[in-house]
């Protein structure tokens, strides 16, 4: 059961062959054994989790129960969840208990009656690309504990890997899903920008956050997606769109499909080692019956610029909220409301997050507005244009997920440009709001190597057909970290 996958545990559930409190009862013995040398929960309360279950079962019984009914889940801890702690990774919301569910969570819980095991660690407001920047302390990855999980959902990465969790959620604002389920050779999907609602999501960037599953296979995404998608009006940004079934392409052949390879992609700049495995996969998709298309865009080396001007300077504006007034952190001397502002935001904040919030304000002010933020949207425009017209030729485009393997924890801890860079394929994706997909594909060095596919605006269920096709040719996606028994 530890193994299966969603559609698996959701026959065995049917069948009685294991009801919900003992498959949740299964991954919390699990999590309370194999989490302190991980760290990818912060959050576990086995009371309220095992609640949910004997609901699960009973809806079971009833015969009012979904596919995924019982079925267990870890939710990333930016998502609000009434009665549980919701941090989001900082000191500032340490102790913050939300008093309601993000839409994403009553959709998952209440409608679909998944069980929630718990909330996942993650980078400090989103803002990190290995998962070090937490207040909680660094994910380790389950290949290898001395390295990164990718971040910032590198703890929902790391409670799939190692089977802490059948599946999670994630959020990806610049490859935050995609990156580190290429490091924890899991599958991971950034919906088009609107498809699920950002509604009790704590934002980072809101012109570019958007949540997404990830689990071990596209099946297993594409069952998940089903429940998460909707419209919500709640959320500004929420497309109104008619429902889908993500899952209803799945077997469709892949004869005739065309596949764009950006040269931007595979030229400097990527590992020998992971741009071989990536060619590799590429390769499988022309057994497969796809066809190869030289596409090109000529902006995207302006994305990881053009996204550390435009991320910052909304986090500056969302992260104002936190101020030591209403909720969260509050500094236990000050002399005035002044003093108060400023000692809770210096201590309750983490250094990734005032570095963003300095460049952002820095990018906002007076006389650097047009020259910095107008300027980034104006490349935001060119870089989402380039994809317009690739798409013109192809149907779905490929490349590496991340540059390189998972690093060692600290290696680029010093140097944030570095760091940033680990998003370099990921970025652009965000910047035009597009669908994107990362598939394990291979290991260098016996660790995980993620392809990264990118479909048209709303070309969910190609993508995840894509995916699966693949899927059911390897079986790259079905290998395990050693000692995940």
Same mark, same amino acid.
């Given at each position: 059961m530890i193994h299966a996958s969603l559609k698996q545990l959701s026959q065995a559930l049917a069948a009685k062959q294991i009801s919900s409190v003992e498959l949740s009862t299964l991954f919390l013995d699990r999590i309370e054994r194999l989490n302190p040398q991980i760290n990818a929960l912060v959050t576990v309360d086995r009371e309220r989790t095992l609640n949910a279950a004997r609901a699960a079962d009973? #809806?079971?019984?009833?015969g009012t129960a979904g596919p995924l009914t019982g079925i267990p889940i870890a939710q990333k801890d930016i998502f609000c969840a009434e009665g549980w702690r919701t941090t989001c990774g900082s000191k500032m919301l340490a102790n913050f208990v939300s008093p309601y569910d993000a839409t994403v969570i009553r959709k998952m819980e209440a409608e679909a009656g998944l069980v929630s095991l718990g909330k996942t660690n993650m980078d400090e407001f989103a803002m990190g690309s290995s998962n070090e920047t937490s207040f909680f302390g660094p994910v380790r990855n389950p290949w290898d504990n001395a390295r990164v999980p990718g971040g910032s959902s590198g703890g929902s990465a790391a409670a799939?890997?190692? #089977?802490?969790?059948p599946a999670a959620t994630g959020t990806d604002t610049g490859g935050s899903i995609r990156q580190p389920a290429a490091l924890c050779n899991l599958t991971g999907l950034k919906p088009t920008y609107g498809v699920v609602s950002r509604y009790g999501m704590i934002a980072f960037a809101s012109s570019l956050d958007q949540a997404g599953p990830m689990a071990a296979s596209a099946e297993d995404c594409a069952l998940l997606l089903n429940t998460m998608a909707g419209f919500d009006e709640r959320d500004s940004t929420s497309l109104d769109r008619p429902q889908e079934d993500y899952a209803r392409d799945l077997d469709k052949p892949l004869a005739g499909l065309r596949i764009g390879l950006p040269k931007e992609f595979f030229g400097e700049g990527c590992d020998a080692e992971v741009m071989a495995a990536v060619r590799a996969a590429i390769a499988e998709y022309e057994k497969l019956g796809a066809q190869i298309v030289d596409v090109s865009l000529p902006n995207s080396h302006l994305s990881v610029p053009a996204y550390y001007v435009i991320a910052p300077a909304e986090a500056s504006s969302n992260l104002s909220r936190f101020d030591g007034v209403r909720y969260g952190y509050r500094a236990p001397e000050y002399d005035s409301l002044d003093d108060m502002y400023m000692k809770s935001r210096a201590q309750g904040f983490g250094a990734e997050v005032k570095r963003r919030i300095l460049i952002g304000t820095y990018v906002l002010s007076h006389g650097y507005y047009d020259? *910095? *933020?107008?300027?980034?949207?104006?490349?935001r425009r060119l870089i989402a244009n380039d994809f317009v017209e690739a798409f013109k030729s192809c149907d779905v485009i490929m490349g590496p997920t991340s540059p390189s393997t998972a690093f060692k924890l600290g290696e680029?801890?010093?140097d944030p440009v570095q760091m940033y860079l680990s998003d370099i394929y990921t970025i652009a994706v965000n910047l035009a709001g597009l669908p994107g997909m990362s598939v394990p594909c291979g290991f260098v060095g016996g660790l995980p190597v993620g392809l990264q596919l990118v479909g048209n605006y709303f070309a969910e269920a190609q993508l995840l057909n894509v995916a699966h096709? *693949?899927?059911?040719?390897?079986?790259?996606?079905q290998r395990r970290p050693a000692g995940i028994e």
């Open positions: 009973a #809806r079971i019984a009833a799939v890997a190692a #089977r802490l969790a020259a *910095y *933020y107008l300027q980034a949207q104006r490349i680029k801890a010093a096709r *693949y899927q059911q040719a390897t079986d790259w996606h």
